[in-house]
């Protein structure tokens, strides 16, 4: 039991390159704690993505399963990390066109647990500020296209750099700051049109007001 | 800088807003916000959305992900109509026993000319008869070894037959959980209409009960 311990410790300590290497020679556990590694970053961009919390979900799973079974084609020329997201992007753009539908905006209810609250100690008002502002951004994103959000995605909640969202999205680097341009633009004209603009300063931006104009602009954009 | 009125690269803002590109275009743009109030306002309504977009956060759940040992070999389960064309695997499983018994038999083929005639010999009495190096009649006669391959066939097809009274009884049994199931789902809905009222909640519950009777 103290051995399966230290050896979780280890695992957890063990950099992505010494895991790979130790599931590529068989060993489940190591891919284990790669999963437990990433499986938020993959959850979190699929839902990004997506905009839905099943189908993240789904994707995630069948992220991590495909790695599995492809780890020992692994062979490092990207990080370990790009190489996920790679599947889950590839798996998320098979999902839109499957589907054929732009990403479905979650219902208000859905979304009022989507804002996480950090600071214990924030107002009452400041979280529903928070939270209105979380359904505003999750609007406004659904109407980008979406190579736009996905790069906006990938650079603002992933920190990649401009060059490997180029390698991801198979496209110049020119590209990748156009499209964050255009889609930085387009939210702010979203939000904008939303009442919310000017300096990000959560606490000057009424709570009540922002519910009207979300609960408004919901009927004119959800499908 | 608006997609009306550029006054510099879009390229060189994005680099400027997240801290990239060569120091000299960071000072370009940078020296020019300065003296375009425009261009200043463009960028400030970028950064400002940057800074919001914090509060966009997934809902918390439990993932847990893991993957047993040998997951990525386990087959996927059979489907309703592998199942069902599961025992042509028996078919295949009785001709390759034929194929075989039948190459045992001409395995050791042994035609002799004589006095007699032509005499052709088949199966494994030839073979010990070899062994010994005796003229002696072998023990196991080719009756012996068509009896043999009857046995087989017979026991195989008995397994056949088995099988596949095996496998419509749980197609049967699947069918039957699932109309249950269906049932059940369909008494649920109609009680919710009841009790809303709901023109919605009508439509919703016509649209499940056309799915289900579309299913195979």
Redesign the interface.
């Known amino acids: 039991m103290m051995l399966k311990m230290q050896n979780a410790v280890v695992g957890m300590q063990a950099t992505d390159e010494e895991l790979i290497a130790l599931s590529t020679a068989g060993d489940?556990e190591s891919?284990?704690t790669l999963?437990a590694r990433w499986?938020?970053p993959i959850?979190?961009l699929a839902?990004?993505v997506l905009g839905r919390?099943e189908d993240?979900?789904d994707i995630?799973?069948e992220t991590?399963?495909r790695a599995?079974?492809g780890i020992k084609g692994f062979k490092g020329q990207a990080k370990f990390s790009s190489w996920l997201y790679r599947i889950a992007l590839n798996l998320c753009r098979d999902w839109i066109r499957r589907e054929r539908r732009s990403p479905k905006i979650t219902t208000l209810d859905?979304e009022t647990?989507?804002?996480?609250v950090d600071n214990r100690a924030e107002s009452a008002e400041l979280v529903a500020i928070?939270r209105d502002?979380?359904r505003l951004?999750?609007l406004a994103?659904s109407t980008l296209s979406e190579e736009q959000r996905t790069t906006?995605v990938l650079?603002?909640?992933h920190g990649l750099t401009?060059q490997e969202i180029s390698d991801l999205q198979g496209c110049p680097?020119?590209t990748v700051?156009?499209r964050?341009?255009?889609g930085?633009?387009s939210?702010?004209r979203q939000?904008?049109r939303s009442g919310?603009?000017?300096?990000?300063n959560l606490v000057g931006e009424s709570s009540t007001s922002l519910m009207a104009r979300s609960s408004r602009k919901k009927v004119n954009l959800d499908r | 800088m608006?997609?009306t009125n550029v006054c510099v690269e879009?390229?060189e803002?994005?680099?400027y807003l997240?801290g990239?590109g060569d120091a000299e275009a960071r000072a370009r743009v940078e020296a020019h916000l300065g003296d375009c109030a425009k261009c200043a306002d463009e960028f400030?309504?970028?950064?400002?959305?940057?800074?919001?977009?914090d509060?966009?956060?997934?809902?918390?759940?439990e993932?847990g992900?893991?993957?047993?040992?040998g997951?990525?070999q386990t087959p996927a389960p059979l489907s309703l109509w592998d199942q069902l064309h599961r025992p042509l695997a028996w078919w295949l499983a009785a001709a390759a026993v034929i194929v075989l018994a039948t190459a045992a038999a001409i395995a050791n083929l042994h035609i002799q000319i004589g006095p007699e005639g032509i005499v052709v010999r088949t199966g494994r009495g030839v073979a010990a008869e070899s062994a010994r190096g005796a003229a002696t009649v072998s023990p196991v006669s080719d009756e012996e070894s068509l009896q043999n391959m009857r046995r087989l066939i017979g026991e195989s097809e008995q397994r056949q037959k088995q099988e596949v009274a095996d496998r419509l009884l749980q197609v049967e049994r699947q069918i039957a959980d699932q109309r249950t199931a269906d049932l059940s789902e369909m008494h649920r809905a109609f009680g919710e209409v009841d009790e809303n009222g709901a023109d919605l909640a009508r439509q919703q519950l016509l649209d499940y009960l056309r799915r289900v009777s579309t299913r195979p």
Not at chain 1, 196 to 200: E, F
Not at chain 2, 44 to 53: F, I, P, W
């Open positions: 489940t891919f284990n999963v499986e938020r959850y979190a839902y990004r919390e993240a979900r995630c799973q991590f399963l599995f079974r859905a647990e989507a804002v996480q928070r502002l979380g951004i999750t994103m906006i650079k603002e909640y401009f680097l020119s700051k156009t964050l341009y255009q930085l633009f939210l702010r939000l904008r919310v603009d000017g300096p990000a | 608006t997609e879009k390229h803002v994005i680099d997240y990239e400030d309504g970028l950064d400002a959305v940057r800074k919001r977009l509060v966009w956060v997934p809902p918390e759940v993932l992900l893991r993957v047993v040992s997951a990525g």
